[in-house]
């Protein structure tokens, strides 16, 4: 639950110039926008200026997909921002979305909420 406060309050603080997008088939935070399918989250990702992604691994039993494969997917095409959480509970799916971010060039940094991924220079103002 602290996750959840933490986050809650990371996003109710952000700047007016931020985007935060949940991709994730069943939590709940309060983001500018929240896709409960990887379709939803690719369509968001390509329709709403997303600076910060918050991405689940594991997109439902009913899923062809999973995060992982949205994280390519948004790489291979620009579209994916320059500030990623990881918000799953999978392990192995963690790790796999880790390795594909770390790849692309995005740094792994500590933050209260836990662990995200940053590409390129960022300065908070």
């Known amino acids: 639950m602290a996750l959840v406060a933490t986050l809650s309050k990371e996003c109710s603080e952000q700047k007016m110039n931020e985007f935060h997008l949940l991709i994730d088939d069943f939590r709940t935070y309060e983001m500018d926008h ?11 990702l390509l329709s709403f200026p997303v600076t910060h992604l918050y991405m689940d691994h594991d997109l439902g039993e ?42 692309a060039g995005y740094t792994k940094t500590t933050i209260a909420s836990g662990i995200q991924y940053v590409k390129g220079i960022i300065e908070d103002v």
């Open 34 to 44: 929240t896709a409960r399918t990887a379709q939803d989250g690719r369509q968001a």
């Open 62 to 103: 009913h899923s062809d997909t999973d995060g992982y494969k949205v994280i390519v997917w948004a790489l291979e095409r620009g579209v994916c921002p320059a500030h990623v959480q990881l918000v799953t509970s999978n392990p192995v799916g963690r790790d796999n979305m880790a390795a594909a971010l770390e790849n």
